[in-house]
């Protein structure tokens, strides 16, 4: 049995292929190497019983992860999976890899993620090219989640919401200084807590304010992560994640209005992680 594995920060998709034709999908929690040591990852994989039942039988797990970006980093997650899959090869490798194979169509291009986090990645068939680093939701993340909920909540206590959000987040959430300090600067996971504000965008996504300020940053996402790679303008450039999924009319604007030519854009990757798998990888696979 072969596990395939796409894991954003927020959670992950797992797909158990029994044969090529029998597969079983599984959810858990997100894990990033950077906020997440062996323990917790191998853990939760365990707490997870209808996904555990199948911990012996599995002869190879392919894992692409949020934060896998080192072989530091990749070794926290490939020590969490031995714990728990012990008799399987594993490959660990990062989700800008899972997002270049889930839209790769037999022509270069450029694939995105915008997430929880945001990155992209050049794609030619054979290598894949990163070139500008992504600095995570402090330093970047243009964008993603992280930084639309930044966006929003910086407004909210510099009071330049319009009355109507303003409202409705101190209605929906409580919110307050106090709340938002404590979440960001003194608990842990603050880049996911800032991206749990993205569905309360979205159900405001038609106010211009909103609309604007997601349009803006789509644009900023779009020039320092696409129009750094010389063939931009030529060839596909395909976005992953809920942000651009939901947000498409304004990423269609913002792509048209930076001149690039917008590809696949689809909400989750392992779906054509999965069909990459079975056309290009030598899988284990027992029909």
Not at 36 to 62: G, P
Request: hydrophobic content about 40%.
């Amino acid at each position: 049995m072969v596990l395939i594995v796409d894991s954003g920060s927020t959670k992950s998709d797992w797909v158990l292929l029994k044969n090529s034709q029998d597969k079983v999908l599984f959810k858990t929690m997100g894990f990033n190497p950077y906020f997440h040591n062996e323990t917790i990852i191998a853990n939760a994989i365990k707490q997870n019983e209808d996904l555990f039942q199948y911990a012996d039988q599995v002869d190879q797990v392919y894992y692409y992860g949020a934060g896998a970006s080192s072989e530091h980093l990749k070794e926290i997650v490939r020590r969490a999976l031995k714990r728990v899959f012990n008799k399987a090869s594993i490959i660990v490798d990062h989700d800008l890899v899972a997002s270049a194979y889930a839209t790769y169509t037999g022509v270069p291009s450029i694939s995105c993620i915008l997430g929880t986090g945001s990155n992209s990645c050049h794609f030619d068939g054979q290598g894949i090219a990163e070139e500008v680093p992504a600095l995570a939701y402090i330093l970047g993340d243009e964008g993603s989640g992280s930084y639309f909920g930044k966006k929003l909540l910086s407004a909210f206590l510099y009071k330049h919401l319009p009355k109507v959000i303003h409202e409705d987040l101190v209605d929906r959430f409580g919110l307050t200084k106090d709340i938002i300090m404590e979440n960001v600067y003194m608990m842990p996971h603050a880049n996911v807590y800032l991206a749990s504000f993205m569905r309360f965008i979205a159900e405001h996504k038609d106010h211009p304010w909103v609309d604007d300020m997601v349009y803006e940053g789509l644009k900023e996402f779009i020039r320092i992560h696409v129009l750094c790679y010389r063939d931009a303008k030529e060839v596909p450039v395909h976005f992953i994640g809920s942000v651009g999924y939901f947000f498409r009319e304004q990423l269609e604007r913002a792509a048209s209005d930076m001149g690039i030519t917008l590809g696949i854009v689809t909400r989750k990757p392992i779906d054509g992680l999965v069909k990459y798998h079975l056309d290009h990888m030598d899988l284990i696979l027992h029909d």
